[in-house]
C-alpha cells in the first residue's frame, strides 16, 4: 500500500527565501510527526499532530517555523526567511494513533539546502 | 525512555543471520522496544516492535531477553540490501511524549 510521501525530494533555495514542505500520511493514520536530521546526525523532532492539533510544538527551533494539518490529512511545514543552518533532511513520520505500541512509518524525505 | 547501548559497527556475511545486540538494563515494565533502520539517502524504515514475548515479521525477528534488559533484532538471511544503520529505541507509552529519539546505532555493513 501507499507509505508516506513527501514532496518536494529536493528543493534548494536561497537564504531569506520562505519555504513550504508537504507531507501526505498513511491514509486513516491520526498522528503525524516532523523531524530533521543535519548530515551525519541523529533525529531532531519537530512537532507532534494528534488529527489537525498539534499538542508538542516543542521541537519548532524559532518562529520562523510553522506547521499545519487539514483534513486529518495533508501536513505543510513552512520555514520562513530561511537561514543556511535550517539546510537539512526534514522528515515526517505518521502513525495508526499516538500510543507507544504504534508504530512511526516514515517518508523518503525533502533534502533543503540553502545557499 | 530508557537509553539503549548499541555496538557502533558489526559486519555480517551476506547469506548468514545478522544478530544486532541492544541493552536497555533501565527499561520499564510498560515501554516497548523497537528496532528501525536508516538505509542512506532514505528515511528510517520501521523494522519491528514488542513489549515482552518474542516477535517475528517478514523482516526480522525480535529476541526479548526475560528480564527485558536486553534484546537482539534477528536478520535471517542478509542481503547486501540490509547494509544500513539499526537504530534499538526504548519507547514509552506517554502522551505528550510521542517523539521518537535515536541514539548511533550500529551500522551494519553485509560482506558479498
Known amino acids: 500500500g501507499a507509505g508516506v510521501s513527501q514532496s518536494p525530494s529536493n528543493k534548494v533555495t536561497e537564504k531569506g527565501k520562505d519555504v513550504e514542505l508537504r507531507c501526505d500520511p498513511i491514509?486513516?493514520?491520526?498522528?503525524l510527526y516532523w523531524y530533521r536530521q543535519r548530515l551525519g546526525q541523529g533525529l531532531e523532532f519537530l512537532i507532534y499532530f494528534q488529527g489537525n492539533s498539534a499538542p508538542d510544538k516543542s521541537g519548532l527551533p524559532s518562529d520562523r517555523f510553522s506547521a499545519e494539518r487539514t483534513g486529518e490529512s495533508v501536513s505543510t511545514l513552512t520555514i520562513q526567511r530561511t537561514q543556511q543552518e535550517d539546510s537539512a533532511v526534514y522528515l515526517c513520520a505518521s502513525s495508526l494513533g499516538g500510543q507507544s505500541n504504534q508504530p512511526q512509518h516514515f517518508g523518503d524525505g525533502t533534502r533543503l539546502s540553502i545557499l | 525512555d530508557a537509553k539503549t547501548t548499541q555496538p557502533p559497527s558489526m559486519d555480517c556475511a551476506e547469506g548468514r543471520a545478522a544478530n544486532l545486540p541492544c541493552n536497555h538494563s533501565?527499561?520499564?515494565?510498560?515501554?516497548?522496544v523497537y528496532w528501525y533502520r536508516q538505509i542512506h539517502s532514505q528515511g528510517p524504515q520501521y523494522i519491528i516492535h514488542?513489549?515482552?514475548n518474542n516477535e517475528t515479521n517478514e523482516m526480522a525477528s525480535l529476541i526479548i531477553t526475560e528480564d527485558r534488559k536486553s534484546s537482539t533484532l534477528i536478520l535471517p538471511h542478509a542481503t547486501l540490501r540490509d547494509t544500513a544503520v539499526y537504530y534499538c529505541?526504548?519507547?514509552?507509552?506517554?502522551?505528550?511524549?510521542?517523539?521518537?529519539?535515536f541514539g548511533t546505532g550500529t551500522r551494519l555493513t553485509i560482506i558479498p
Open positions: 491514509s486513516g493514520h491520526t498522528a
Open positions: 514488542g513489549l515482552k
Open positions: 529505541i526504548v519507547r514509552a507509552p506517554n502522551f505528550g511524549n510521542e517523539k521518537l529519539t
Open positions: 533501565t527499561i520499564s515494565g510498560n515501554e516497548y
